[in-house]
T-cell receptor, first 115, second 117 residues
Framework: AAGVIQSPRHLIKEKRETATLKCYPIPRHDTVYWYQQGPGQDPQFLISFYEKMQSDKGSIPDRFSAQQFSDYHSELNMSSLELGDSALYFC??????????????FGQGTRLTVV | AQKITQTQPGMFVQEKEAVTLDCTYDTSDQSYGLFWYKQPSSGEMIFLIYQGSYDEQNATEGRYSLNFQKARKSANLVISASQLGDSAMYFCAMREGSGFGNEKLTFGTGTRLTIIP
């Protein structure tokens, strides 16, 4: 079965650079979520989109922005990168069309290292 | 207050034994969902099992079962007949609300499970 696809899997950037992470949800899933997991931490919710509109926002820095496109894929743009942005970034997708949301499948994550 | 509490930072269990990973939660919503995820050292987040607040039966998925005690606000994960491949970090997570709005997951701090041969 198709899963959530994230690219790239690994990314190394220097401080003050920008990074773009991509997420391709499971086919027919209409909702995308982004999470950030720092080393040794639990995942923290950043932002979510439903039908290409932002539906919820968590502790996302102003330097970060995200959007969901017409094909439902999503991109997380990160500017002025800081050392503290080094983390595993997860995308998850789910579907509201099928009823109450009982599943949330995660991609394999993008490991961002800022040097 | 923490919404999800996992009180066991680490556990060591003998292979083939059953193991219970504790999770308590805090919410004032009547409708919510509880999830368990497995995160191996490779980093991916693997969905294991889900329990809805209105589900009367405890959820089961193969060797995984969820011991849901609503009055005590606990949702412990039980893994039967543990295997070496079960060694990983396990996260309990909660979604509050009906599932048509505020659907983000709030995670606990995780339990690192190590299976001993």
């Amino acid at each position: 079965a198709a899963g959530v696809i994230q690219s790239p899997r690994h990314l190394i950037k220097e401080k003050r650079e920008t990074a773009t992470l991509k997420c391709y949800p499971i086919p027919r899933h209409d909702t995308v979520y982004w999470y950030q997991q720092g080393p040794g931490q639990d995942p923290q919710f950043l932002i979510s989109f439903y039908e290409k509109m932002q539906s919820d926002k968590g502790s996302i820095p102003d330097r970060f922005s995200a959007q969901q496109f017409s094909d439902y894929h999503s991109e997380l743009n990160m500017s002025s990168l800081e050392l503290g942005d080094s983390a595993l970034y997860f995308c998850a997708s789910s579907s509201r069309r099928t009823g109450v949301n009982t599943e949330a499948f995660f991609g394999q994550g993008t490991r961002l290292t800022v040097v | 207050a923490q919404k999800i509490t996992q009180t066991q930072p680490g556990m060591f269990v003998q292979e083939k034994e059953a193991v219970t990973l504790d999770c308590t939660y805090d919410t004032s919503d009547q409708s919510y969902g509880l999830f368990w995820y497995k995160q191996p050292s490779s980093g991916e987040m693997i969905f294991l099992i889900y329990q809805g607040s209105y589900d009367e039966q405890n959820a089961t998925e193969g060797r995984y079962s969820l011991n849901f005690q609503k009055a005590r606000k606990s949702a412990n994960l039980v893994i039967s007949a543990s295997q070496l491949g079960d060694s990983a970090m396990y996260f309990c997570a909660m979604r509050e609300g009906s599932g048509f709005g505020n659907e983000k997951l709030t995670f606990g701090t995780g339990t690192r499970l190590t299976i001993i041969p």
